[in-house]
């Protein structure tokens, strides 16, 4: 049963330090998301990516997010300084584009509590 | 620009009793809809998806939905809800050609015994 697998599951750090968040998308599958979920704003895309180039980042604060794929197996997310308003769970999901353009259906892993105090 | 409404925060059922949450969209073009459920401290979870032909698409765990584009409606249905079936439901759409994925803020059902 092939699901999306995040690490770690839960993170609770001070105000300045870094945070990573690591993904394994399923295998074979050429697009990767990363969503944040809050009660107030509910789901936001993070930042897309389509075999493994990132093609959208803008919903990311560009001066302390980022986001790559250093190989087809692992999708990182990094936030360097962290703030309390960072606090939230993050998810990332990937899907197979066989080519009808946006038919496909994301697949979420279980995602990231991250507390920031 | 797409999006998604659905218009209840929560739902509340008798277990046994027809469950629908609502959902409305509105895009530009062909839509891409999509019904997702999320458990409690679980990621969300595919539920079904319609991209093109028959308008009442059938899912996982006996829920179906029901396009409608002369109201521009994407209702989930269960017709005997069950206690498990609590959760967070999200409606989405997605244009065609496009990669975003706009979701509603979400549907909390609450199936009582």
């Known amino acids: 049963d092939a699901r999306v697998t995040q690490t770690p599951r839960h993170k609770v750090t001070e105000m300045g330090q870094e945070v990573t968040m690591r993904c394994q998308p399923i295998l074979g599958h050429n697009t990767v998301f990363w969503y944040r979920q809050t009660m107030m704003q509910g789901l936001e895309l993070l930042a897309y990516f389509r075999n493994r180039a990132p093609l959208d980042d803008s919903g990311m604060p560009k001066d302390r997010f980022s986001a790559e794929m250093p190989d087809a197996t692992l999708a990182t997310l990094k936030i360097q300084p962290s703030e309390p308003r960072d606090s939230a769970v993050y998810f990332c999901?990937?899907?197979?584009?066989?080519?009808?353009?946006?038919?496909?259906?994301?697949?979420f892993g279980p995602g990231t509590r991250l507390t920031v105090t | 620009a797409q999006s998604v409404a659905q218009p209840e925060d929560q739902v509340n059922v008798a277990e046994g009793n027809p469950l629908t949450v609502k959902c409305t969209y509105s895009v530009s073009g062909n839509p891409y809809l999509f019904w997702y459920v999320q458990y409690p401290n679980r990621g969300l979870q595919f539920l079904l998806k319609?991209?093109?032909?028959?308008?009442l698409v059938k899912g996982s765990y006996g829920f179906e939905a029901e396009f409608n584009k002369s109201q521009t409606s994407f209702h989930l249905k269960k017709p005997s809800a069950l206690v498990s079936d609590s959760a967070l439901y999200f409606c989405a759409v997605r244009q065609s050609n496009d990669y975003k994925l706009s979701f509603g803020a979400g549907t909390t059902v609450t199936v009582r015994a």
């Open positions: 999901a990937s899907g197979h584009n066989r080519g009808r353009q946006g038919s496909y259906e994301q697949y």
């Open positions: 319609y991209i093109t032909g028959d308008n």
